[in-house]
């Protein structure tokens, strides 16, 4: 099992955020790797989708659902792909000044005993990826027009 959590302060507030993390449109501008997601549009609990990562030279199909949907303040959803299972807690906490803290923390479990092998070795590379979403994640929703 792997874990990673990253926390960032966006300058904006909390609804401003979780109207970008709960949009699935807005998924695919800030990863790079992630070249298809249905349903596209706002999510709710109980929603679930597929996604296709480019994974090297590879498209890997996964699946979510959104296991729990606090609205302007939690999202918690489950998925996985050939090899792996992921369950991510995304928090939002209101900052003074009209800012957020958002922490996700990302739990992904091999399935598998060659995941089991390979997935100390490529929890680097995914913790480089994950927290480079998130820088994007950042920029994206304090590019936007506060209020937009």
Known sequence: MTTITTTLEIERPPAE????VTDTVSWLAISPMLLEIQPRGRIAAGTRGTMVRKQGRRR????????????????VMDGGEPGVATHEVMELQ??????????????????GLRMRLFLPLL??????????????????????????
């Open 17 to 20: 955020v979780f109207d970008v």
């Open 60 to 75: 890997v199909q996964g699946s979510w659902e959104v296991v729990e949907l606090t609205p302007l303040s939690r999202l």
């Open 94 to 111: 209101e900052l003074p000044g009209g800012r957020t803290r958002f922490t996700s923390t990302m739990t992904f479990r091999p399935r």
């Open 123 to 148: 929890a680097p590379v995914i913790r480089r990826s994950v927290r480079s979403d998130y820088g994007r994640l950042k920029a994206h929703i304090e590019a936007q027009a506060p209020g937009s």
